[in-house]
């Protein structure tokens, strides 16, 4: 029954808009509800029947991609795409951050689809060659001819960024036939972008070639049915455990998990960033900006800054006021990038006001009383305990007096590292990268760079959103086997 | 209206000094109070403490200060004096790791009453080293736990805490509501048994040896405990930070000082040998118990376990008269029969099965009613918060939110504590079983876990993730 007015989260299935049989979903923890079309009605309809039907998106080139993805970065401006409005009006609700900040990813939202920097960072990561044809090289008296063909892949976006506009380029670049299946803190967006596609060319192959639907994560009924070898070859699933758990159970020869593991961020400061109390005051501006942006809901915001500060009294002296600028840095982020966070996490104030209470002699709390953030500064060589809660623009400050002490800084679930200054030296970042750090930074533009270009997390999800086929061309002088005398046999193969 | 308020001034001070004592151990004189009255003497009770307690606590006088209270005129006005039980383990890590109990031994000293600085802890090279120290220097009988985080909380419970949780948790499962105390009640002398450690500074491992006294009045061979050791807080800190190393991805980050570490293979054969040695014990127990009354307190399933066995052989109806059996817990994903609590029930010879709710931080245990709600003695003060905005919701009607508790009779430490429980309160509807206390319903979730599933799906690692890696971990090693 569908008496409310709750909003409307439509599917969209290879250029058919679906709003019929919608069923309530959400509301857990005082979130929204809103209404989908019910999963078991068109789960049938979800996949591609057969992996030949990729054939349409070769009769596209990549400039036509590109052309496609321009005109449609061109009608998603925020300011005159209605679906856009729409959809940034309801995330206000269910995005972790604040409005001023979902409207700002909204308005960025044109900028990925710059053919210009699809083009650059696809070059990089696969090569426009390997996607357009086959690629011959000679090797080991042969030629071999490669060539990156798209799959039918099944992608479980996280809601924290514009992931859904992130996989539809991916898709189209690698001719992929692309489902999305939405989360629950993101369930507008996407779907606003594919509603333009089908406006701006519903017979386009590309448009043809996108599904997004929400169904709720772990749901056993859609996903049993949906998550087999015969429908989809791949699943790119953000957000690890969250996502991951319920799809590992359906992994079998013939269906490949990328997973991309949830992550956080650390940053070091060096002593010659903090010599002069100009470098100081910009080494506080850069480390809110990798703190602050986006008001830390990012995988790739600083969470533990280590400050080679040393831990004498003057050490201790300089972190702190470190930590007095970087707060006042962070309060001045224009509201676009940062703001005061919807909601503090309560177990997280529960742990810094424990900290301000308890713990006065080895952390210095500065501010985090009105909910709009915390520098904890610790007054040892060691970070907080609760270093996996740091979110919602908190950050800790950990002084140390040698460059081995700053490896503590990351694990396995390290993603970005900002460094200041830049060159404290390639040393470090090597031994961070045999650690777990997965992406070095100049302090300060961990939001401020090339974007996703190819490496993340340490895998190339890109690539390995490709099938990549081989053909093999034996060289002139090689012997047939069929020419080998007795004894001389040999296979390699 | 004077006398009035120096009538509750009155109770308050005796509520203080001896809750117990005070409603001359009876379990119905204790629940059958005013509710009004009640609210008035906790009211004057609480008001007491906070004067006295600031003066002997200093992280109290800190949160007081900073919040600007120094008297309540109502129940709620101590809201926003209650710890977070992030409190008692505000203290880093490293500390540990380095075996400063000196500087560990202040920290705890800010959180109690009484004077903890003529201990001398520099010859400690242990938390268990620590821990038997402080319980044998001081008033205190200190209370680890360690959450899903891998950290460990420091309790200062003392001993008093302890005996008054342990006489409260007679009175409660051996009186019947109604009836005025027996001799029996109140001094018989029972057989305990528990399928856990002999000794430990954790609230499992402090069981049998307050047990002991409450139960067996001091007869020791009246104990009788599974695992002849003592539960050793070093290699559960030990267990707690290599699953925290695991779960970050590098198992030779783990920060514990090496003489720990080298303990290693004597964690793991323990936490190996443990079940078999458990369900050994409770088999055997059943034989040497037979007919005698005893006080099993197990979790339900090694109690089903054993509990079906032995049915399955014939053997029933083992304990003596007034036996009592209180199960609680078990092993997560260990689903039991929707019959198990019969099959125990029937196999130990007990018409109910007890169990409780309580909380390291509070000095008070409370026992499940007949009809399965936890009655709040008059003592402990309930707050139930907002979960958002931590505001106390009416003390009226029916309440769902975070449970906070203010327990008048806790005295190593301020008795007033924030949890993570999700309950709900009747507050003013009579239970059937003529209790007219307040009363808990006995479906008590975690905040913490009812947090996750809800599809929202982040590149960020959160600490629900992190859980979540920690839980599998667990489930792992079984």
């Known amino acids: ?87 940034c009006e309801l995330s206000f609700a269910t995005a972790p951050t604040t409005p001023p900040i979902v409207r700002g990813i909204f308005r ?113 009924a859609i996903e049993k049915k949906l998550y087999q070898p015969h429908n989809i ?103 676009g990038i940062s703001t005061k966070p919807k909601r503090y996490d309560p177990q997280l104030k529960a742990e810094v006001d424990a900290l301000r209470l308890g ?79 997965q992406r070095f930074v100049s302090l300060g533009y961990s939001f401020n760079g090339p974007g996703p270009i190819g490496p993340q997390d340490a895998i190339e999800p890109v690539r390995r959103m490709c099938r990549w086929i081989v053909r093999e061309i034996p060289a002139a002088t090689r012997v047939p086997l069929w020419e080998l005398t007795e004894g001389n046999a040999s296979v390699v193969a | 209206m004077t006398s009035f ?18 409603f001359g151990y009876s379990a119905t004189r204790m629940h059958s109070m005013d509710r009004s009255e009640q609210e008035a003497v906790q009211l004057a009770a609480m008001n007491i403490l906070l004067e006295r307690r600031r003066a002997e606590i200093p992280v109290l006088a800190k949160l007081a200060d900073a919040q600007g209270i120094a008297r309540l005129d109502s129940l709620d006005a101590m809201a926003p004096l209650l710890f977070e039980h992030t409190v008692y383990k505000s203290y880093p890590a490293a500390l540990l790791a380095k075996s400063r109990f000196d500087q560990l031994t202040r920290w705890l000293d800010r959180l109690t009453p009484y004077d903890l600085s003529a201990v001398d802890v520099s010859d400690c090279t242990s938390i268990d080293d620590w821990l038997s120290r402080l319980r044998d220097e001081t008033p205190l009988d200190p209370a680890t736990s360690s959450g899903t985080s891998g950290t460990m909380s420091f309790f200062p419970k003392s001993k008093l805490d302890y005996r008054r949780c342990f006489e409260g948790l007679r009175l409660q499962v051996l009186q019947t509501f109604g009836k005025p105390p027996s001799e029996a009640d109140l001094n018989e002398k029972l057989h305990v048994m528990t399928p856990t450690y002999r000794d430990g500074h954790s609230s499992v491992g402090a069981l049998a040896r307050y047990c002991m006294h409450a139960f067996c009045k001091g007869d020791e061979s009246l104990l009788h405990t ?27 980050k783990v920060d514990v000082p090496a003489s720990l570490l080298a303990r290693r293979d004597e964690m793991e054969q323990q936490l190996t040998e443990a079940p078999r040695q458990q369900a050994a014990f409770v088999r055997e127990m059943v034989e040497t118990l037979k007919g005698q009354r005893v006080l099993a307190v197990g979790v339900s399933p090694l109690f089903h376990e054993v509990a079906k066995g032995g049915l399955a052989q014939g053997i029933g109806g083992v304990f003596g008269p007034g036996s009592r059996v209180m199960t609680g817990g078990g092993g997560k994903g260990i689903a039991l029969p929707d019959d198990w609590d019969r099959t125990v029930k029937t196999f130990f010879g007990v018409d109910r ?59 190593g430490t301020w008795g007033g504590i924030v949890t993570g429980d999700r309950v709900t309160v009747h507050w003013d509807e009579p239970c059937a079983c003529g209790r007219a206390t307040a009363y808990l319903e006995n479906r008590i979730q975690r905040f913490n876990e009812l947090q996750g599933g809800d599809d929202k799906i982040t590149c960020a690692a959160t600490p629900a993730a992190q859980a979540e890696a920690l839980d599998y971990l667990n489930a792992l090693e079984g």
């Open chain 2, 5 to 22: 308020c120096q009538a509750s001034e009155r109770q308050a001070a005796g509520w203080i000094e001896d809750p117990l004592a005070h």
């Open chain 1, 233 to 335: 070859e791949k699943i790119i699933a953000w957000g690890g455990m969250a996502s991951v758990k319920h799809v590992t159970k359906y992994i079998q020869p013939g269906l490949e998990l990328t997973s991309l593991d949830p992550k956080s961020s650390a940053s070091v400061v060096g002593t010659e960033g903090l010599k002069t109390e100009a470098l100081l005051s910009e080494a506080a501006s850069r480390i809110a900006s990798d703190v602050g942006a986006m008001n830390q809901c990012g995988c790739a915001n600083s969470r533990v800054v280590y400050v080679m500060s040393g831990t004498d009294e003057t050490g201790l002296e300089t972190i702190n006021r470190l930590g007095e600028q970087v707060y006042a840095a962070m309060l001045k982020l224009p509201s």
């Open chain 1, 1 to 87: 029954m569908t008496t409310t007015t709750d909003p409307i989260c439509h599917a969209v299935i290879r250029g058919e808009i679906v709003s019929s049989d919608l069923v309530q979903f959400g509301g857990r923890g005082g979130d929204i509800t809103f209404l989908a079309p019910d999963p078991a009605r068109i789960v049938s309809r979800l996949p591609l029947e057969s992996p030949g039907k990729l054939q349409d998106l070769y009769s596209l080139s990549l400039d036509d991609i590109l052309d496609y993805l321009s005109e449609l970065g061109k009608r998603l401006e925020l300011g005159s795409n209605p679906y856009m409005q729409e959809a």
């Open chain 1, 359 to 437: 713990g006065e002699d080895w952390y210095k709390v500065i501010g985090g009383e009105d909910g709009e953030g915390a520098v904890i500064v610790s007054q040892m060589a060691s970070p907080v305990e609760f270093v996996d809660y740091l979110a919602d623009r908190t950050v800790n400050l950990v002084p140390v007096d040698t460059v081995e002490e700053v490896l503590a800084a990351v694990d396995a679930s390290t993603q970005t590292v900002g460094i200041f200054p830049d060159d404290l030296g390639s040393e470090l970042c090597h031994t961070m990268s045999l650690y777990g750090a």
């Open chain 2, 226 to 252: 599974a695992l002849p050791y003592k539960l050793s807080a070093d290699l559960s800190w030990l267990a707690a930070r290599l699953r925290r190393a695991a779960a970050k991805g590098d198992i030779s």
């Open chain 2, 353 to 411: 099965l007890f169990n409780n709710y309580g909380m390291t931080e509070m000095a008070s245990l409370i026992v499940g009613c007949e009809h399965g709600h936890y009655h709040l003695p008059p003592w402990v003060v309930l707050f139930v918060l907002d979960p958002d905005s931590g505001a106390p919701l009416p003390r009226s009607a029916t309440q769902t939110g975070r449970a906070s508790f203010f327990d008048i009779s806790n005295d």
């Open chain 1, 108 to 220: 960025d939202v044109p900028h990925w689809f710059q053919p210009d920097r699809i083009r650059e960072w696809s070059e990089l990561t696969v090569g426009s060659r390997y996607l357009e044809g086959w690629v011959e090289t000679p090797v080991n008296n042969a030629t071999v001819a490669i060539r990156a063909y798209g799959s039918r892949a099944l992608h479980i976006v996280a809601g924290n960024g514009p992931i859904g506009a992130l996989s539809i380029i991916r898709g189209a670049v690698t001719r992929s036939d692309t489902i999305i299946k939405l989360p629950s803190n993101d369930p507008f967006s996407t779907v606003a972008i594919a509603r333009t596609m089908v406006d701006m060319a519903p017979e386009h192959p590309v448009t043809r070639h996108l599904t997004v639907a929400y169904w709720r994560g772990g749901d056993e």
